[in-house]
């Protein structure tokens, strides 16, 4: 094998089973490595594969999000804008026809006939228009209600193929550490094949070679599921679209 013109001689040997170990390490290093070379680009294609989706379901669950805000958007507005400016509107004669009525009571308990009787009065004199303001603050906050509750119900299929999102974000991040976890090894593994490489140390060098490519197919089956998991996020992602509303 090419590779092993990297090992320059066999070290010193101490005896027959020094001959054989070193002799079963170049077996390994030279059994493994086409595997191993194999299994690195399926990684990075896995990896690629990986990004991509991700990209693309993040740009679409944004996208669902941003037109499920839309959704009667200038409607709500407009009835909001509305019923804030009624109540505001209405404010300054509601809060005193309420002061007055405090005021009043205040009046009866302190036995001050004569100001209760001048408060209940005022208060009586703007009891009309005070009901009217209130009825027209209520017509348009519940039309608000209304409208609110309306667009909810409209959205409501979209959001609840949404549901299952988050939880396979939590699967993948979680599995995101485990991965990060392999490939640190991994990397160790491949600085110590290197370095039993340049030693000229093939009994280290394929040990190291034997615990990456054992790393590897950790980090293989991890991005598989990951992988699988983008595949769920894309399918709900695919179903929330198709219940937007029109």
Do not use: C
């Given at each position: ?6 090992f ?10 020094a ?19 194999t ?6 294609e ?14 679409e ?6 037109q ?9 507005t ?51 228009a ?24 409209k959205i ?16 993948i ?19 110590g ?5 340049k ?23 991890l ?24």
């Open positions: 094998m090419i590779l092993l013109s990297f320059i001689g066999i070290p010193l040997q101490s005896g027959a089973a001959a054989a170990d070193w002799d079963a390490a170049l077996d390994t290093i030279h059994n493994l490595y086409g595997s191993y070379s299994l690195q680009d399926t990684l990075k896995d990896t690629l594969k990986i990004q991509t989706l991700r990209k693309q379901n993040n740009a669950l944004k996208a669902i999000k941003a499920l805000q839309a959704v009667d958007q200038a409607l709500l407009r009835l909001k804008t509305a019923a804030d400016t009624i109540r505001k509107k209405h404010a300054p004669l509601l809060e005193q026809y309420t002061a007055l009525g405090q005021q009043a009571t205040a009046a009866r308990k302190a036995k001050d006939i004569k100001r209760a009787t001048m408060l209940d009065l005022k208060r009586n004199k703007l009891k009309t005070a009901a009217a303001a209130r009825a027209e603050v209520k017509k348009a906050a519940e039309a608000l209600a209304a409208a609110r509750k309306l667009t909810a119900g409501q299929p979209a959001k609840n193929a949404l549901t299952g999102i988050p939880a396979l974000k939590k699967q991040k979680e599995s995101g550490k485990e991965l990060s976890t392999a490939q640190k090894i991994r990397s160790e593994a491949d600085k094949y290197k370095a039993g490489v030693q000229g140390d093939a009994v280290s060098a394929a040990a190291q070679l034997k615990l990456s490519f054992s790393q590897m197919g950790l980090i293989h089956n991005q598989q599921k990951i992988y699988d998991w983008e595949k769920r996020i894309a399918v709900s992602l695919g179903t929330a679209k198709s219940k937007l509303p029109k």
